[in-house]
T-cell receptor, first 114, second 112 residues
Framework: ETGVTQSPTHLIKTRGQQVTLRCSSQ?????VSWYQQALGQGPQFIFQ???????GRGNFPPRFSGLQFPNYSSELNVNALELDDSALYLC?????????????FGQGTRLTVV | QQQVKQSPQSLIVQKGGISIINCAYE??????FPWYQQFPGKGPALLIA?????SEKKEGRFTISFNKSAKQFSLHIMDSQPGDSATYFC???????????FGQGTRLTINP
């Protein structure tokens, strides 16, 4: 177990709705990254948060937004859900340093948009 | 633009055999190359990682070979076991663990 927990584990939403996914990072880690993993594909980087600020963003539209809290937990918000947003959403925590360190993933939230 | 290409897409190996998965990258600024193992319904789990200052890293039955000039790296699983059946992803990043770029994955099946 990595110590990274995500909630909920599964979620079904209707197209056009909004969703919030949550992540608790591993103890001692100050950086949280979010990834989208479509079925049969590798994870795609959405964005990263470091010390409550967005610190890099992938090729995702602004309706994907996030937050990081003082305890380093994080939320991913997706507005105006589209069918293509159906995927496994993964949170990864790490400890930012000059040389970097390993990123540890949670079990993911399976989002289905109908 | 796909920056990390992984092959093969699927692989079947007999128990006790050697499983080999290959990755090639384009961005020479990448300086961290991890491999992740993912079981169905689970998140990716870090298996082993290498930095470009070494050509090989071994941890138990898992070995990464790294060829900086060819911009390629590979995962070797020795004495493959049925429990190794999973999807494996290579990845690459700059400045350590920030923004991982993943390959497309290899579904490995170890036949008993």
């Amino acid at each position: 177990e990595t110590g990274v927990t995500q909630s909920p584990t599964h979620l079904i939403k209707t197209r056009g709705q909004q969703v919030t996914l949550r992540c608790s990072s591993q103890s001692g880690h100050n950086t949280v990254s979010w990834y989208q993993q479509a079925l049969g594909q590798g994870p795609q980087f959405i964005f990263q948060y470091y010390r409550e600020e967005e610190n890099g963003r992938g090729n995702f539209p602004p309706r994907f937004s996030g937050l990081q809290f003082p305890n380093y937990s994080s939320e991913l918000n997706v507005n105006a859900l589209e069918l293509d947003d159906s995927a496994l959403y993964l949170c990864a925590s790490s400890l930012a340093s000059v040389t970097g360190t390993e990123a540890f993933f949670g079990q993911g939230t399976r989002l289905t948009v109908v | 633009q796909q920056q990390v290409k992984q092959s093969p897409q699927s692989l079947i190996v007999q128990k006790g055999g050697i499983s080999i998965i290959n990755c090639a990258y384009e961005n020479t600024a990448f300086d961290y190359f991890p491999w992740y193992q993912q079981f169905p319904g689970k998140g990716p789990a870090l298996l082993i990682a290498i930095r470009p200052d070494v050509s090989e890293k071994k941890e138990g039955r898992f070995t990464i070979s790294f060829n900086k000039s060819a911009k390629q790296f590979s995962l070797h699983i020795m004495d493959s076991q049925p429990g190794d059946s999973a999807t494996y992803f290579c990845a690459a990043s700059r400045q350590g663990a920030q923004k991982l770029v993943f390959g497309q994955g290899t579904r490995l099946t170890i036949n008993p």
